[in-house]
């Protein structure tokens, strides 16, 4: 994840991962950053950081795998001088270039993220020789961390059991990510459904989101109900395009145009908060995923959810419980789920009620002090709060 300068001297990087690096920062206030940085602010980067300049070290802008080769020696020198000022690192992973992560000789607490080849098999971005060269790198990046797991003083939080599993871990945990924090967690007051009812999607319009399921299953149940559905996000490329402007045609040749909404990008807070309350069932039909920050958001404002079980998504959900699980490139499933949750009141309302039960302990709060109690390990120090010198990259 990149940042940039917010031209007053400051650095914005993405919501969630801001607000993690600056609850860390709260409880480790030697706690310095290392982060790719570009030229000038992109609409998904809004979170002004709390960092000082002088603790911000910018790396070059490593916008995706294959470019960034380029930048390989410069950036494992920045990375190499940036280890030897702290005491502990934190790695949130995939990098772009993960060998120049490997042999620093640190401590440290791997976050992975998400499986970056899963993300490519799915995308359109890539085509032909290009595609080939990048599930390369991606197979070679899962490599290389399964390499850094088995590294001397490393842990690991993994955002679900997927990579925790396929990298072989042994020490650290599967966490949940979150980006919420606790006094913003206000759910709905009326469970009533919508007349019509009203599904919400939030992500980036691409297909490893499984967008194009999403709209099959949506015409599928619309040509028997009455049905809204409302489509939050847009690309995160500079340039709206490619697979952005192949989901808008989608939604234009769909015979249930008038009834789909694309509300376009919502910056993280209170409006996109009100959407979650405004809307009776979440879908999440991922071909590839983490722990989505997406469900957790969805429960937290009593709206139950129908996601893919697809990487570390029932690590996050449990089917029945506090939410319905079903599995990807499968639209008539997917359509069944829904119209399951909006015909079984009971059922709805159990799934709202186990989603707000859990809601605490999925904050960013929790999340954090998740990521805290693994450093502390690191740091051979028994306190939770720890006065080392903490390294983000």
Same mark, same amino acid.
Request: charged share 25%; proline share 7%.
């Given at each position: ?5 917010? $031209? ?13 690096? =600056?609850?860390?920062? =709260?409880? *480790? ?16 980067? !809004?979170?002004? *950081? ?8 910018? &790396? ?38 993960? @060998?120049?992560? +490997?042999? +620093? ?27 080939? &060269? ?8 899962? !490599? ?5 797991? $088995? ?48 599904? +919400?999607?939030? /992500? ?5 989101? /499984? ?10 149940? !619309?040509?028997?109900?009455? *049905? ?9 490329? @500079? ?32 409006? +996109? ?21 997406? &469900? ?14 697809? /990487? ?6 449990? =089917? $029945?419980?506090? /939410? ?22 009971? &059922? ?46």
């Amino acid at each position: 994840m990149p940042g940039a300068p917010d $031209g007053q001297g400051g650095v914005v990087c993405n919501f969630g991962v801001g607000r993690v690096f =600056d609850l860390l920062r =709260d409880a *480790l206030p030697g706690t310095k950053l290392c982060l790719p940085m570009l030229a000038a602010p992109e609409p998904n980067l !809004r979170h002004r *950081l709390s960092f000082p300049a002088e603790d911000i070290f910018a &790396l070059p802008p490593l916008r995706s795998v294959i470019r960034s080769q380029v930048y390989y020696f410069r950036t494992r020198q920045l990375v190499r001088r940036f280890a030897s000022q702290v005491d502990v690192l934190f790695i949130r992973c995939p990098f772009q270039l993960p @060998t120049a992560l +490997l042999g +620093l000789r640190k401590p440290k607490l791997l976050h992975i993220v998400g499986n970056a080849y899963n993300v490519i098999v799915a995308s359109s971005d890539y085509r032909g020789l290009m595609k080939r &060269l990048a599930l390369f790198y991606a197979a070679h990046s899962n !490599r290389t961390l399964r390499r850094m797991v $088995g590294e001397p003083d490393t842990r690991v939080a993994s955002n679900g059991s997927e990579m925790w599993d396929l990298l072989g871990c042994r020490a650290g945990r599967v966490v949940v990510s979150s980006g919420l924090y606790r006094d913003e967690m206000r759910p709905r007051a009326n469970r009533a459904l919508g007349n019509p009812p009203r599904l +919400l999607f939030v /992500g980036y319009l691409r297909p490893e989101k /499984g967008i194009h399921d999403l709209l099959t299953a949506f015409e599928q149940l !619309r040509r028997k109900r009455p *049905l809204k559905l409302t489509l939050i996000g847009g690309s995160d490329k @500079t340039k709206a395009g490619g697979a952005e402007a192949a989901a808008h045609e989608r939604v234009r040749n769909s015979p249930f145009r008038d009834d789909i909404t694309l509300a376009g990008m919502f910056d993280f807070g209170e409006p +996109l908060f009100e959407q979650y309350r405004n809307h009776d069932v979440f879908v999440l039909p991922s071909l590839s995923e983490g722990t989505p920050r997406t &469900l957790v958001e969805a429960r937290s404002f009593g709206c139950p959810a129908v996601a893919t079980r697809v /990487g570390g998504v029932p690590s996050s959900t449990q =089917d $029945g419980y506090n /939410g319905l699980l079903v599995e990807p490139h499968d639209p008539a499933g997917l359509a069944a789920a829904i119209e399951r949750i909006l015909d079984d009141e009971p &059922l709805r309302m159990r799934l709202i009620d186990a989603g707000l039960q859990d809601a605490d302990r999925q904050s960013v709060e929790h999340f954090v002090g998740e990521l805290l109690e693994e450093i502390n390990i690191l740091a051979h120090h028994p306190a939770p709060r720890i006065h080392a010198r903490l390294g983000s990259v």
